[in-house]
């Protein structure tokens, strides 16, 4: 059966623009690397993690935050790498201090769950920056930062809370470490 002129052209058109984020993504494009990563990971098969863990791979290395916070998801779900949280943190960070609100939650949320574990001083240390994390996410109106921000300083002394708010308002976008 022959297709008709716009089914033709509308799939002609399809084709060209996956060809033209093929080709952006192979010249370096972290844009487009990571628009080939996320169609890659939509279909959700393990051949299809791994390519995208690659250009995802790329892409977070030229300080794509969306990038860098699908890579520390892969690596904490084991999407077409090995399960390897150390990776998964490393790139949640990265992300987080590029000012990627979903990063920024995932971060605050492991800091206040490594605090449960911690000693009294390095509790405390950790409550604060699980604060900075959560109170940076839900100024930009990440879901449940707020609450969980709240959480946070339901343990923490007043000091430590002021603390955190200055952290939260001397951060800047890039200019943390990773």
Same mark, same amino acid.
């Given at each position: 059966m022959d297709k008709t002129p716009s089914?033709?052209?509308?799939?002609d058109v399809e084709s060209?623009?996956?060809?033209?984020?093929?080709?952006?993504?192979?010249?370096?494009?972290a844009d487009a690397q990571f628009n080939l990563g996320l169609k890659l990971?939509?279909?959700?098969?393990?051949?299809?993690?791994? /390519?995208? =863990?690659? %250009?995802?791979? &790329?892409?977070?290395?030229?300080n794509h935050a969306l990038a860098q916070y699908n890579l520390g998801v892969m690596y904490s779900h084991a999407q077409g790498m090995p399960r390897?949280?150390? /990776?998964? =943190?490393? %790139?949640?960070? &990265?992300a987080a201090n590029l000012g990627d609100a979903g990063a920024q939650y995932a971060v605050?949320?492991?800091?206040?769950?490594?605090?449960l574990q911690e000693e009294a001083e390095a509790a405390c240390e950790s409550r604060i920056e699980a604060y900075k994390w959560l109170h940076l996410a839900a100024r930009q109106g990440y879901l449940n930062s707020e609450a969980g921000c709240n959480s946070v300083a339901m343990g923490m002394t007043r000091e430590g809370v002021t603390e955190g708010d200055c952290r939260a308002a001397a951060f800047v976008?890039?200019?943390g470490k990773d």
């Amino acid at each position: 059966m022959d297709k008709t002129p716009s089914e033709s052209s509308s799939e002609d058109v399809e084709s060209r623009a996956s060809e033209t984020i093929s080709v952006r993504a192979e010249r370096g494009n972290a844009d487009a690397q990571f628009n080939l990563g996320l169609k890659l990971a939509s279909a959700g098969t393990e051949e299809n993690f791994a /390519q995208a =863990a690659n %250009w995802y791979l &790329k892409a977070a290395d030229q300080n794509h935050a969306l990038a860098q916070y699908n890579l520390g998801v892969m690596y904490s779900h084991a999407q077409g790498m090995p399960r390897d949280e150390l /990776q998964s =943190a490393k %790139w949640m960070r &990265k992300a987080a201090n590029l000012g990627d609100a979903g990063a920024q939650y995932a971060v605050g949320m492991s800091r206040q769950r490594l605090s449960l574990q911690e000693e009294a001083e390095a509790a405390c240390e950790s409550r604060i920056e699980a604060y900075k994390w959560l109170h940076l996410a839900a100024r930009q109106g990440y879901l449940n930062s707020e609450a969980g921000c709240n959480s946070v300083a339901m343990g923490m002394t007043r000091e430590g809370v002021t603390e955190g708010d200055c952290r939260a308002a001397a951060f800047v976008p890039g200019a943390g470490k990773d």
